[in-house]
């Protein structure tokens, strides 16, 4: 199995093989999930906590059916927002954890970078459910093995990113995740949301949907993160939806069989239309839904066995 991480703090360190080798385990998760009997060992006698510094709907509780499907003890913090304070608290609170010996810990948090410090002050495999605008690995995973079972390949495919790119760790991982994949990536937003140092990326932008659309195949809008944006970054959202909602006269510029993807929560009638949103025959935000919980199923799996590995090599029994 191609799959050496300790932790899984974000894309960038991971290698094509690795990707494949998340993709290839989830969908085996996938048929699973897809049964009466949804029950696997892999997490078996493992403690998994939850640690949210942010609201979530979906990827807390789609971690934490992951982890109970595999067989896991799951835990879920309750973090408020207002205990929310830097360095030392967050110290604090990995100290508070290890003294409970879990050996999966899933993090949320609003700052960029905190999920990493976490992982260095704690013995145990981490999994960063999104910091910040940093990384979101699990979301780019999902949505890779999303994209590759529409279009029956995650390689030369033209994908558009579209929207608010500045404040988007979905945006950042994704870039990362399809790029590592041969892809070419174009991000479409105005301007004061797609900064132009996203090239380094090595990614095309437009600030027109017709034109950034052109024959793509596939189309991932992005919320608008109004909860990071601090001042006038769209004039109204009646403009933005005008501009840059995804409606159908937009999405007609995209190849004829092009998918459309969203990472929710979604707002309707601001980035997307609530009829694109809800035409099977285009929109696959259901399955990516469907697909997160095989991708954290995956994660949690391949980690587990590198954590009982390196626990069993450290008691120096033969692996
Ligand atoms: C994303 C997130 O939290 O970064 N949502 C998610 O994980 N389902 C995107 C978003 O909040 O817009």
Request: aromatic fraction near 4%.
């Amino acid at each position: 199995m191609a799959f050496r991480q300790k932790h899984l703090l974000g894309i960038e360190p991971l290698h094509p093989d690795e990707i494949t080798t998340v993709l290839d385990v989830a969908e085996r998760y996938v048929d699973l999930n897809r049964q009466a009997d949804k029950h696997s060992d892999a997490l078996k006698g493992l403690t998994q906590i939850n640690m949210f510094f942010e609201n979530s709907t979906r990827t807390q509780s789609s971690f934490e059916l992951a982890g109970k499907r595999l067989g896991a003890d799951v835990m879920n913090m309750a973090m408020q927002a207002s205990s929310i304070k830097k360095g030392e608290t967050l110290i604090d609170t990995a100290l508070t954890l290890n003294a409970m010996h879990p050996d999966l810990l899933v993090v949320r948090h609003p700052h960029s970078g905190a999920v990493d410090l976490l992982a260095q002050k704690v013995n145990c495999a981490v999994l960063n459910a999104g910091d910040g605008k940093h990384e979101h690995p699990t979301q780019a995973l999902l949505d890779a093995l999303t994209i590759r079972r529409a279009k029956g390949r995650l390689h030369r495919l033209n994908i558009a990113i579209c929207g608010d790119i500045a404040h988007s760790r979905v945006a950042r991982s994704n870039l990362m995740l399809l790029g590592k994949m041969e892809n070419r990536v174009r991000l479409v937003g105005p301007p004061t949301l797609v900064p132009q140092q996203f090239r380094e990326f090595g990614c095309e932008i437009y600030d027109d949907m017709a034109e950034g659309l052109k024959d793509v195949d596939v189309v991932m809008m992005l919320r608008l993160q109004k909860e990071r944006m601090d001042g006038g970054f769209i004039p109204s959202e009646r403009e933005y939806f005008y501009r840059y909602g995804l409606d159908a006269d937009k999405l007609a510029h995209a190849k004829p069989d092009a998918i459309v993807m969203h990472p929710g929560p979604m707002n309707r009638g601001v980035e997307i239309d609530g009829t694109i949103a809800d035409d099977i025959n285009r929109s696959v935000i259901q399955e990516q839904v469907e697909m997160g919980v095989a991708v954290r199923m995956a994660a949690m799996d391949l980690l587990a066995r590198n954590l009982k590995a390196s626990r069993e090599e450290a008691n120096g029994v033969m692996v």
